[in-house]
């Protein structure tokens, strides 16, 4: 089996566990301040491997270092905006609306590396839009659903978090493959700037955060140190829109946990557009 698809699908399986014990655990705690710590202690725990890459980045061209810097700080704002959708809303709703990472991701493949759009494709998008329509779907005018994921603040958020995704996966394409960076100095240098852009709020929070949980966040930072290596090697070994599709597919264990563990609300409903969200965004990727 391929590397970077074991890859994917590791870290769907990972993440979606991940976003579900965030909101058990510490979603009372303010979301800056938890993702300053926990980066800040990823980038700590991934420094060893990186060392060796870093006699690569002095010998990087201008382009090349801001392309870097330029899209690992959009992941930050795009994990920012994604962990404040999940504070304010259920992460059985929220996770489905950002896990239309792909959908942006296509047309990006499209502009930049001339990848066509097939049937099953545009069914995919069929598919997903339906599952943004089932995960906000209550009763009344039939564009109502539209309507409140275009006004309810934790789908807002999740929508431009997975907009800023989309951009970003198809970066790390660019850096990966045709700029074939070594996949731990693209970690680290994530990492990093993710620290770096939730910073400024993160200290303003950090009274907030309370002494004993931060043993706890180290912990989180060396399982987000691992889950972020396999999406770098997913993203070097798989097309982006693959390679995101699969890693996404981690709404439906989310969604699942939501339910399960978490107890939300609406779980049938939201399963449903969970899966309808995963499956439209599989035929994108695969079609």
């Avoid at 089996?1 to 890859?7: F, S």
């Avoid at 970690?187 to 939730?198: G, I």
């Avoid at 987000?224 to 709404?251: D, K, M, P, R, Y």
Wanted: hydrophobic fraction near 60%; glycine fraction near 10%.
């Amino acid at each position: 089996m391929n590397v970077g698809l074991v890859a994917a699908l590791a870290a769907a399986l990972l993440y979606g566990c991940y976003l579900a014990g965030y909101k058990q655990f510490f979603g009372d705690y303010p979301a800056m301040a938890y993702l300053s710590v926990v980066y800040a202690a990823a980038a700590g725990w991934y420094l060893p491997v990186t060392v060796p890459h870093f006699t690569k980045l002095a010998s990087l061209a201008l382009g090349s270092l801001g392309a870097l810097l330029g899209i690992a700080a959009l992941t930050g704002v795009a994990i920012a905006a994604l962990f404040e959708a999940i504070r304010w809303g259920d992460v059985s709703y929220v996770a489905p609306l950002n896990k239309l990472v792909p959908l942006f991701v296509l047309p990006l493949e499209f502009w930049f590396f001339e990848a066509g759009l097939s049937a099953l494709q545009v069914g995919g998008v069929v598919l997903a839009t339906a599952g943004v329509y089932a995960a906000n779907y209550e009763s009344g005018n039939l564009l109502d659903p539209f309507r409140r994921a275009l006004s309810y603040r934790p789908a807002q958020l999740a929508l431009v978090s997975a907009a800023l995704f989309g951009v970003a996966d198809t970066g790390k394409r660019l850096l990966l493959q045709d700029l074939a960076l070594p996949a731990p100095l693209v970690v680290w240098t994530t990492l990093v700037a993710v620290t770096v852009v939730v910073a400024p709020l993160g200290v303003r929070q950090r009274r907030r955060l309370p002494r004993r949980v931060l043993p706890f966040l180290l912990g989180v930072g060396a399982f987000i140190a691992f889950g972020n290596h396999l999406i770098a090697i997913s993203f070097a070994e798989l097309h982006a829109s693959v390679a995101s599709a699969i890693i996404n597919a981690q709404a439906v264990v989310a969604v699942l946990l939501g339910g399960a563990v978490l107890n939300e609300g609406a779980f049938g409903q939201r399963l449903g557009a969970g899966v309808l969200t995963v499956c439209g965004v599989a035929f994108v990727a695969l079609g």
